[in-house]
């Protein structure tokens, strides 16, 4: 069986929806909540952090197009296997889900196109947006701190909008990060599994942690 | 004690090749410590004595749960909503007096309706035929010494080879997935030193057959789990994908 096979077989397709997913999380979405809660000690630290990432753009620019590579893998396999198992499951009249199928494993993907949704907003919110520009310590540099904060001062609806995708963002995690293990080989158990505890410990607290972010700039 | 109660039935009636719906029928006097089946027997009996129209068509065979040949959906769930309890061992003694039952076939593309409540579920021996055994030529068997296996692996073989292929996992899956079936029956050679000469090539025959009989694809959801008549665990997928993923990376064996 060559790779190309083994990734077309249904499990090879999982092994891929998971992959990217997890490249995503790890080489994105977790230095991404590291760098944004730098927001909550201040300009100074902030913009210094935005320097010293703008200095490493080789870099930067190569992780983006690794997220542009997995986003589509992801995307496109997902949309593919939830289609087929559309076509697998048709026509239940009278079948109810079991209290075991949890909301978010439900949900996989409507919170995954809300992401999708919010990365687009997001991009045109802060990347494709003109910064103004500020002095730290002599050296002259994006103001991304005053940016975020004119973003969501006085914006209460830009606000929610913000936060409320966050909720898609914990769904979406608090499932993926267990279901990717399980693809993997790994025994995720039904009952008082503490990997599925760790999901959506994980998963809700980062969601959590990215909202507080726009909430702090619009009480502050 | 027993007791007799009376049960409205909305019942799938369909016929080859033809379209179906839900017809309503009433089971009178059915006796609390029967079981489902019997108690279709009543109404079938009824029904064949009116004369009108043939009676419901279900499958079973043994009737002690561990054929697999039984199963509908009962009130939206696979062999009605108790834990490991096939249809045929599903008492009437839940049920109450006046209830509505409504009564389904299997849903999966994988398992096209023959007629009422049967399902073709062919699709699981074809998955069976393409590696699901050992093929050695065992003669008498051998003395129980020859190859020590390990206590663990011994029972969680066992576990593994509970299944019954009834095809509920299927019905459950929101997705339509055989993956808990195919799981199993990877996972009881997979243990055993038995299986082991074979292993790679079954695993990969066994997923590329399940996925070309149009058995949808899994989301870890669980649901077959909870499905299942026999027990068996989400274990056996985690060794399946395992299985799946060392079969691919020694390549060429």
């Known amino acids: 069986m060559s790779i190309k096979t083994t990734l077309m077989t249904s499990i090879g397709q999982k092994l891929l929806v998971a992959t990217s997913g997890l490249v995503m999380f790890l080489l994105f979405l977790v230095p991404h909540m590291g760098g944004n809660v730098l927001f909550l000690f201040g300009p100074d630290l902030f913009n210094s952090y935005a320097h010293h990432l703008h200095q490493l753009v080789p870099v930067v620019i190569g992780i983006e197009l690794l997220m542009l590579a997995s986003i589509s893998v992801h995307m496109a396999t997902a949309v593919r296997l939830v289609l087929k198992n559309r076509q697998a499951a048709d026509h239940r009249l009278s079948q109810k889900s079991s209290a075991e199928r949890s909301l978010a494993a439900k949900l996989m993907p409507v919170s995954g196109v809300m992401i999708f949704i919010f990365i687009i907003k997001h991009l045109l919110d802060f990347k494709f947006y003109e910064k103004a520009k500020t002095t730290l310590h002599g050296i002259e540099t994006y103001d991304v701190y005053a940016m975020v904060l004119s973003r969501f001062q006085s914006d209460p609806i830009h606000l929610l909008f913000y936060v409320g995708f966050m909720i898609a963002v914990g769904l979406h995690l608090s499932h993926a990060l267990q279901s990717a293990l399980q693809t993997y080989g790994l025994y995720v158990p039904r009952e008082g599994s503490k990997i599925k505890l760790a999901s959506a410990v994980i998963g809700w607290g980062m969601a959590a942690t990215f909202a507080i972010i726009p909430v702090v700039a619009f009480i502050k | ?253």
């Not at chain 2, 049960?7 to 033809?18: A, I």
């Not at chain 2, 939206?76 to 389904?104: A, N, P």
């Not at chain 2, 050679?189 to 025959?205: D, F, I, S």
Request: hydrophobic share 35%; proline share 4%; glycine share 10%.
């Open chain 2, 1 to 253: 004690m027993s007791e007799k109660i009376n049960l409205t039935l909305k019942v799938w009636r369909q016929k080859r090749g033809e379209a179906g719906g839900f017809k309503t029928y009433e089971a009178k006097g059915i006796d609390t410590d029967a079981s489902f089946l019997e108690m279709l027997d009543v109404v079938n009996d009824e029904i064949t004595l009116k004369g009108e129209e043939e009676p419901i068509a279900f499958e079973h065979d043994c009737r002690e749960g561990i054929c697999g040949c039984c199963g509908s959906l009962v009130n939206g769930k696979t062999h009605g909503s108790h834990e490991r309890t096939t249809l045929c061992q599903l008492h009437m003694r839940h049920f109450k007096d006046g209830e509505t039952i409504v009564i389904e076939p299997f849903r999966a593309k994988a398992f096209p309706v023959i007629k009422d409540l049967i399902v073709d579920r062919s699709g699981l021996d074809q998955i069976i035929a393409e590696g699901g055994y050992v093929s050695v030529k065992t003669g008498n068997a051998p003395e129980a010494s020859t190859t020590p296996i390990k206590k663990e692996l011994a029972e969680a073989a066992m576990d593994a080879a509970e299944c019954i292929g009834c095809g509920a996992c299927v019905a459950a899956c929101p997705n339509g997935a055989a993956m808990l079936f195919t799981a199993a029956k990877v996972s009881q050679y997979a243990l055993l030193p038995q299986g082991h000469p074979e292993r790679t090539q079954r695993v990969k025959n066994m997923v590329a057959k399940m996925d070309e009989l149009g058995f949808g694809n899994c989301s870890n959801e669980y649901e077959c789990a909870v499905a299942c008549p026999k027990g068996i665990d989400v274990k056996n997928i985690a060794r399946l994908n395992r299985e799946f993923i060392k079969a691919t990376l020694s390549q060429g064996k």
